[in-house]
């Protein structure tokens, strides 16, 4: 199971965050958000996936934002369209961008390489209160890379509380999906439970559940909980 933490703002709270190694880090650029992201990331450990999370955003912006920040990830978080999804993905594959041949070459003609050596993931976000039309799903199948669950509420994201899950019994997809929405050490225990069912769960979204206040995280607590869900 992967650990992505989200909703990062302090250059030193993120390479605390980092040394904990958590598959993905998240940076959320929506302007009505108390984490929304402006700055520079320090250099991070290759590893780690730096995830841009946006809300109805033109594509021509979050384009911009991965060649800017080396982004892995892109996720979704407001209306968009499984088409609107289906587009960015392909120009997040097709998206070349010219740069000068090595000056030790005779030739100076310019040539475009590929911006970004592998896949940029799309994530698909679905938040969840009590019930959930699983129907809503079916277009995006075979486009995005995974879904992710968050709870329904009056922000986007970092409610601080968590939907029934139990409303996941019904998953009818094999589209791997991550598990997000006021999660944190008081839901070790369930955490654990969901994992040993058969759902596709590729990985835990965590975010306000571990901050000292938005943007910054308690590395403590981020350890521990570590220690608890994820083996060793």
């Known amino acids: 199971m992967k650990l992505k933490v989200c909703g990062m703002k302090y250059q030193k709270n993120m390479e605390a965050v980092a040394s904990l190694r ?25 590893e780690i996936k730096k995830t841009g999370v946006f809300v109805d955003a033109s594509i021509d912006f979050i384009i911009e934002k991965v ?3 080396d982004f892995k990830a892109v996720q979704l978080h407001g209306n968009e369209s499984a088409a609107y999804c289906q587009n960015l993905k392909l120009q997040l594959a097709d998206h070349t961008e010219p740069v000068e041949r090595n000056k030790d070459i005779e030739s ?7 911006w970004n050596t592998e896949p940029v993931e799309v994530w698909k976000v679905f938040s969840i209160k009590d019930t959930f039309n699983f129907a809503l799903l079916k277009p995006y199948e075979g486009i995005v890379n995974y879904f992710l669950f968050d709870t329904k509420g009056k922000e986007k994201g970092g409610n601080g509380y968590t ?35 058969k759902l596709p769960i590729h990985g835990i979204d965590v975010n306000s559940k571990f901050e000292i206040k938005p943007g910054l995280k308690n ?3 981020l350890e521990e909980f570590i220690k608890l869900v994820i083996p060793a």
């Not at 958590?22 to 290759?46: A, M, N």
């Open 67 to 69: 060649k800017k920040y």
């Open 108 to 114: 100076t003609q310019v040539e475009p390489v590929e």
């Open 163 to 197: 939907f029934d899950w139990k409303v996941l019994e019904n998953y009818p997809s094999s589209t791997p999906f991550i598990l997000s929405g006021g999660i944190g050490l008081e839901e070790i225990d369930k955490i654990k439970s969901i994992l040993n069912t």
């Open 22 to 46: 958590p598959e993905y880090l998240g940076f959320i650029f929506y302007d009505k958000s108390p984490r929304d992201f402006e700055g520079e990331i320090p250099e991070l450990p290759s």
């Open 219 to 221: 590395i403590e607590e």
